[in-house]
């Protein structure tokens, strides 16, 4: 069974700083990964997808690395803003031919950035 | 276009009361999603459909039904509440093989 893990659950940073948040996942047979922010209230929004075959992808300051083998993803995000305060989600959607475009989550990193 | 909309916003219910929420979608989308979410634990998937008129159990179904009558609506029941069922409800959409576009979720409290 895939199990997705967030480490550290929360994090606070000085803005300007970079952030740098991390999910692993147990079950490297994965059709792609994606990176999701929450606000406190509110859905989710799909920030960032990487299918398996790519190693990275980027969207303004936002960076996303994907290693398939170790069972890593990193999201990267430059340059800090109070504005990037929320909830970061990863989930990943397994390679079988599963119906339903299923995704296992994990359980978020909630970030601060203090002005 | 309002994308994914949840109805009702928040609800408290009594340990075994009943209720429906109602998930829609205005993106003809086939796929339809409903997970709950509970602190430090992400999302967890309940059901999802893959189509109209077609239902699937996810990793969390116990104690719960749902029905696809229409393409744009996917209704969650819960047929006698549990303090267990104490979440926040998210119904998600896509196409297959595309990304999820989610609701603004469902806050239920059971006491």
């Known amino acids: 069974k895939q199990e997705v893990t967030q480490i550290p659950a929360a994090l606070s940073v000085p803005e300007g700083e970079n952030l740098v948040l991390n999910c692993s996942f147990t079950?490297?047979?994965?059709?792609?990964l994606q990176w999701f922010r929450q606000d406190p209230g509110k859905g989710l929004t799909s920030l960032l997808l990487?299918?398996?075959?790519?190693r990275e992808q980027t969207s303004g300051r936002l960076n996303a690395s994907l290693d398939k083998s170790s069972g890593r993803s990193t999201l990267y995000i430059a340059a800090s803003q109070p504005g990037d305060s929320a909830t970061y989600l990863c989930?990943?959607?397994?390679?079988?031919?599963?119906?339903?475009?299923?995704?296992?989550f994990g359980g978020g990193t909630r970030v601060l950035v203090k002005p | 276009n309002a994308g994914v909309t949840q109805t009702p916003k928040f609800r408290v219910l009594k340990t075994g009361q009943s209720m429906t929420l109602l998930c829609a979608q205005d993106?003809?989308?086939?796929?339809m999603y409903w997970y709950r979410q509970d602190p430090g634990m992400g999302l967890r998937l309940i059901h999802y459909?893959?189509?109209?008129?077609?239902?699937a159990k996810g990793e969390v179904p116990d104690g719960y039904n749902v029905s696809r009558l229409k393409k744009q609506n996917f209704l969650l029941g819960l047929e006698s509440a549990a303090p267990s069922q104490t979440s926040v409800y998210f119904c998600?959409?896509?196409?297959?093989?595309?990304?999820?576009?989610f609701g603004p979720g469902t806050r239920l409290t059971v006491t």
């Open positions: 998600a959409s896509s196409w297959p093989g595309t990304n999820q576009y």
């Open positions: 079950d490297s047979a994965i059709y792609n």
């Open positions: 459909s893959v189509g109209e008129g077609t239902t």
């Open positions: 989930a990943v959607r397994p390679m079988i031919k599963a119906a339903g475009n299923k995704l296992t």
């Open positions: 990487i299918q398996s075959s790519q």
């Open positions: 993106m003809n989308h086939e796929y």
